[in-house]
């Protein structure tokens, strides 16, 4: 692949006027010609470009410093020696000496036909690049494309030498690619691949720039700035739309138009990448803008993974509690808590887990914050016991990524130990998602834990995840029942319909429901009327402090 529309330069370096003319008038028409009249001084053009240089022709005789010194200097050179030389001479025997000192071609003096000139610049040139990028790389064998390695390449190579143009980051990516395969089988994924393939090559060709796979059903693209894609969105979704019956498949594509000059290119797709997913899971659109917002966002994100570590250590990291009160008595018992985290940043102010849990999550770090919290919590229980000599069991939220790790349940045994509580005293709320990802695996681990007599809530039961069916195999202790129900509980007849089904659910698997949300007499009453045991909310007090909660205790 040698690119055209490029103005390579090349240096002609001449002690002789006249044939520095005469070769330059040649080579002008292509070329961006560059001159020098002995050795010394081509050192000084070849270090100033660099790279940047595509070729060197280079006369042998001359003053000051000789043409074999100057291929002798640039051999030395890591850089230097991958740019190709073209020896011109008019003596055969000068031939091999300078293939020796890594000549890659002749031009003999007196000048031939410019054409033939010119056709043995252009090859070397070529050969030389593609030389280059070769080393590194292949191109993708399903889809013909650049491979990712070979396409940053090309990218790199693009940039120098169109300094200052400014180019785009496009990333496409299939939604549920994985569910399309599993539908129609690899062989038709495959074809649905290729289909994109196709679409985003014609794209990249007719606009100047270069497409690659970079794996599965991800793309990219490198195009010199548009403002808008909707084009090629379109040709995309025409293009797969109509391939078999895929009615539902639908393409993100992720842009990134800020990317500065000292921006690394993968960093410039990753960003073009994390636009694109925030369309994930959204019907009708299909286009997304890496944008300042997303920009702060990312930095933001950026200094909270860094931040984290220390946090703990410095004890930014804070856990309230938010009572849960036993409603099944005439007045309220005070019989639980929640332990909810909140990070005390020095530059950010008091975060809610709503900015930082789910980032945790992604990267593991979520392990690190939830160990700390249990260990909090564990010792709560404990103060609680020594200094108003009452149990209240502390629920802490068990995310999905802690569930994974194979050593959790010996961990947790280590904390209430190292506390000197009970299992029983911490209450682990699992959330509804995590059942229904590797479900087999979550059992086991759920088993383990209420064997060894730790209490297993399901958190935000409801959100929508779990089949009737599934629940019926699932060990649980308690219903934990999602927010959402209990808004408009008292408007909406179907709200209260709803509750009423979860409660029976709840009996028929013989698990008391504990609902959290709670805001209002009106809601506690009816949910007294319907059977629920424990509450959660606002009604009776928000997540509190240590100290605050002492007098809750005393209170009761
Ligand atoms: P969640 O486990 O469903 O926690 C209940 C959330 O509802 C808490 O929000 C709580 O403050 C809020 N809430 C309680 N009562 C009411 C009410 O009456 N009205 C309203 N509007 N809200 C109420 P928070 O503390 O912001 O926590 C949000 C989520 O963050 C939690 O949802 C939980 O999933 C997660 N989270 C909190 N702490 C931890 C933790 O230590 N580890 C992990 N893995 N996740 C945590
Ligand atoms: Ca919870
Ligand atoms: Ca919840």
């Given at each position: 692949?040698?690119?055209?529309?490029?103005?390579?330069?090349v240096?002609?370096?001449?002690?002789?006027?006249?044939?520095?003319?005469?070769?330059?008038?040649i080579?002008?028409e292509h070329?961006?010609v560059?001159?020098?009249?002995?050795?010394?001084?081509?050192?000084?053009?070849?270090?100033?470009?660099?790279?940047l240089?595509?070729?060197?022709?280079?006369d042998?005789?001359?003053?000051?410093?000789?043409?074999?010194?100057?291929?002798?200097?640039?051999?030395?050179?890591?850089?230097?020696?991958?740019?190709?030389?073209?020896?011109?001479?008019?003596?055969?025997?000068?031939?091999i000496e300078?293939?020796?000192?890594?000549?890659?071609d002749?031009?003999?003096?007196?000048?031939?036909?410019?054409?033939?000139?010119?056709?043995?610049?252009?090859?070397?040139?070529?050969?030389?690049?593609?030389r280059?990028i070769?080393?590194?790389t292949?191109?993708?064998?399903?889809?013909?494309?650049l491979s990712?390695?070979y396409?940053?390449?090309y990218?790199?190579?693009q940039?120098?030498?169109?300094?200052?143009?400014?180019m785009?980051?496009?990333t496409?990516?299939?939604?549920?690619?994985?569910?399309?395969?599993?539908?129609?089988?690899?062989?038709?994924?495959?074809?649905?691949?290729?289909?994109?393939a196709?679409?985003?090559?014609?794209y990249?060709?007719?606009?100047?720039g270069?497409?690659?796979?970079?794996?599965?059903?991800?793309?990219?693209?490198y195009l010199?700035?548009?403002?808008?894609?909707?084009?090629?969105?379109?040709?995309?979704?025409?293009?797969?739309?109509?391939?078999?019956?895929?009615?539902?498949?639908q393409?993100?594509?992720?842009?990134?138009?800020?990317?500065?000059?000292?921006?690394r290119l993968?960093?410039?797709?990753?960003?073009?990448?994390?636009a694109?997913?925030?369309?994930?899971?959204?019907?009708?659109?299909?286009?997304?803008?890496?944008?300042?917002?997303?920009?702060?966002?990312?930095?933001?994100?950026?200094?909270?993974?860094?931040?984290?570590?220390?946090a703990?250590?410095k004890?930014?990291?804070?856990?309230?509690?938010?009572?849960?009160?036993?409603?099944?008595?005439?007045?309220p018992?005070?019989?639980g808590?929640?332990?909810?985290v909140r990070?005390?940043?020095?530059?950010?102010?008091?975060?809610?887990?709503?900015?930082?849990?789910?980032?945790?999550?992604?990267?593991?770090?979520?392990?690190m914050?939830?160990?700390?919290?249990?260990?909090q919590?564990?010792?709560?229980v404990?103060?609680?016991?020594?200094?108003?000599?009452?149990?209240?069991?502390?629920?802490?939220?068990?995310?999905?990524?802690?569930?994974?790790?194979p050593?959790?349940?010996?961990?947790?045994?280590?904390?209430?130990?190292?506390?000197?509580?009970?299992?029983s005293?911490?209450?682990?709320?699992?959330?509804?998602?995590?059942?229904?990802s590797?479900?087999?695996q979550?059992?086991?681990?759920?088993?383990?834990?209420?064997?060894?007599g730790?209490?297993?809530?399901?958190?935000?039961?409801?959100?929508g995840?779990?089949?009737l069916?599934?629940?019926?195999?699932?060990?649980i202790?308690?219903l934990?029942v999602?927010?959402?129900?209990?808004?408009?509980?008292?408007?909406?007849?179907?709200?209260?319909?709803?509750?009423e089904?979860?409660?029976?659910?709840?009996?028929?698997?013989?698990?008391?429901?504990?609902?959290?949300g709670?805001?209002?007499k009106?809601?506690v009453?009816?949910?007294?009327?319907?059977?629920?045991?424990?509450?959660?909310?606002?009604?009776?007090?928000?997540?509190?402090?240590?100290?605050e909660?002492?007098?809750?205790?005393?209170?009761?």
């Open positions: 692949m040698y690119f055209s529309n490029i103005k390579r330069n240096l002609v370096v001449d002690d002789e006027e006249i044939n520095r003319e005469i070769l330059g008038g080579l002008e070329y961006n560059l001159y020098a009249e002995d050795g010394k001084k081509a050192m000084s053009v070849i270090e100033e470009q660099g790279p240089l595509s070729l060197v022709l280079l042998l005789m001359m003053p000051v410093m000789d043409g074999f010194a100057v291929m002798e200097k640039m051999q030395e050179d890591v850089v230097y020696k991958n740019i190709p030389i073209i020896v011109l001479t008019s003596e055969e025997s000068a031939e300078s293939l020796k000192k890594g000549a890659a002749f031009i003999k003096k007196p000048y031939d036909m410019p054409e033939k000139i010119i056709a043995r610049v252009k090859r070397i040139i070529a050969l030389y690049e593609e280059m070769i080393q590194s292949e191109r993708d064998e399903l889809t013909g494309l990712r390695n396409f940053y390449e990218a790199s190579l940039d120098k030498f169109n300094p200052g143009r400014r785009d980051a496009v496409v990516n299939i939604n549920h690619f994985h569910l399309y395969n599993e539908l129609y089988g690899i062989p038709e994924g495959n074809k649905a691949i290729k289909k994109v196709d679409i985003l090559r014609k990249a060709e007719e606009n100047d270069i497409a690659c796979r970079s794996e599965g059903d991800n793309f990219s693209l010199p700035h548009r403002d808008s894609y909707e084009d090629l969105a379109k040709e995309i979704r025409d293009g797969i739309y109509f391939a078999e019956d895929v009615y539902n498949t393409i993100r594509l992720g842009i990134n138009q800020q990317i500065d000059e000292d921006d993968e960093m410039a797709f990753d960003r073009a990448r994390m694109g997913d925030t369309i994930a899971d959204k019907q009708n659109r299909f286009i997304a803008y890496y944008d300042s917002e997303m920009r702060k966002q990312q930095i933001f994100e950026e200094r909270l993974i860094r931040d984290i570590a220390n703990i250590v004890g930014e990291i804070k856990v309230m509690y938010q009572p849960k009160y036993d409603i099944t008595k005439d007045a018992a005070l019989k808590a929640e332990a909810l990070w005390n940043h020095p530059e950010f102010g008091m975060l809610s887990p709503g900015s930082f849990i789910s980032l945790f999550e992604e990267n593991g770090m979520i392990q914050m939830d160990r700390y919290v249990w260990q919590a564990a010792l709560q404990k103060k609680w016991k020594d200094e108003f000599d009452v149990t209240i069991p502390i629920s802490v939220n068990v995310s999905r990524i802690d569930i994974q790790d050593d959790i349940v010996a961990e947790l045994l280590q904390i209430v130990k190292d506390a000197d509580v009970a299992p005293d911490l209450h682990l709320e699992i959330t509804e998602s995590a059942y229904a590797d479900t087999k979550l059992i086991e681990t759920v088993d383990r834990f209420r064997k060894e730790f209490v297993i809530e399901m958190d935000d039961f409801g959100s995840y779990s089949s069916n599934m629940l019926t195999s699932l060990p202790d308690i934990k999602d927010m959402r129900f209990v808004e408009d509980l008292l408007k909406d007849q179907k709200r209260m319909r709803m509750m089904l979860v409660v029976e659910i709840a009996e028929f698997l013989e698990v008391p429901v504990t609902v959290e709670v805001e209002e009106e809601q009453d009816a949910l007294k009327k319907l059977g629920v045991r424990m509450i959660q909310g606002y009604y009776f007090s928000k997540p509190v402090s240590e100290r909660f002492a007098y809750l205790i005393r209170e009761a």
